[in-house]
């Protein structure tokens, strides 16, 4: 439900796959799929010096033959280079949807209850937003997720 938000949006969303054992990796992976990500990356340092990499990459490329969708895979922490497509911001962490899931709103550089006094009812103008109070967005989580990803765009763009 979210895949077709980011793309108003046009936020290029890359999906972080983690774990330490199989059943970790393909759980990762299924969810960044259901998130609507289309890109993946793999943080690669420490399991290519533990010589992990040839099996995480299996367990990632198994799971996204069985999906189906067109995808890339970024190994991150290699020598490669790490690129923004198109030099459009590109976040790979879900802290923003996760944080939302749990109740916590983002403003600037801080992060509050949805229903903190200081953000309560102070209106934001997000594209997600649109002029409602933080407490407005307590039952829209749609809304409440992407305001979260707007406002960490807005402070590491």
């Excluded at 010589?51 to 067109?70: H, N, P, Q, Y």
């Excluded at 790490?82 to 030099?87: C, L, M, P």
């Excluded at 911001?89 to 200081?118: H, Q, V």
């Amino acid at each position: 439900k979210l895949t077709s938000t980011f793309s108003e949006f046009d936020v290029p969303i890359i999906g972080l796959i983690k774990g330490a054992i199989s059943k970790q990796i393909d759980w990762s992976t299924k969810k960044a799929i259901e998130l609507g990500c289309q890109s993946f990356v793999i943080p690669s340092r420490e399991l290519a010096k533990l010589k992990l990499l040839d099996g995480m990459i299996a367990t990632v490329m198994k799971v996204l033959r069985e999906s189906g969708i067109d995808t890339q895979v970024l190994l991150h922490g290699l020598s490669y280079p790490f690129k923004r497509r198109d030099e459009a911001f590109t976040y790979s962490g879900l802290s923003w949807f996760i944080s939302a899931k749990k109740g916590y709103y983002y403003k600037g550089m801080n992060t509050c209850f949805i229903t903190d006094t200081s953000v309560r009812f102070e209106e934001c103008h997000c594209a997600a937003c649109k002029g409602r109070m933080a407490y407005q967005l307590k039952d829209d989580e749609k809304s409440f997720v992407l305001h979260n990803l707007l406002q960490t765009i807005e402070r590491f763009a």
